[in-house]
């Protein structure tokens, strides 16, 4: 499983989701601060990353456009917070429905959407 970190990641968390061993590029470390969506999108589409992001937006394109978006909702965004949780989720089963779908997870539930 592969990710793109969208800029208002923390990288504290992009950091975490490393140590676990998987591949996330960052947006901020790709030097794309700033950049629209649709790069973004077009970088998840093109090496198969999904994309973890607070921000909204990312939920309102059709799927076809990015390899799936993980939507963090989380009251608390703050870097720590934010860290703990996604990685409590990398533990967790349900990392295997990310792929292909918007995921939007909040602080306590996960809602899947595959259509």
Known sequence: MRFIADENIPSSLVEAVRRKGYSIEDVKEEGLIGA?????????????????TFDKDFATYPREKHSGVILL?????????ATEKFCYLLDSPIKEKFENALCEVFDDRVIIHTE
Do not use: A, F, G, Q
């Open 73 to 81: 909702r989380y009251k608390n965004k703050n870097s720590h917070n």
């Open 36 to 52: 629209k969506d649709t790069l973004v999108m077009e970088i998840s589409k093109k090496e198969k990353r999904i994309i973890i």
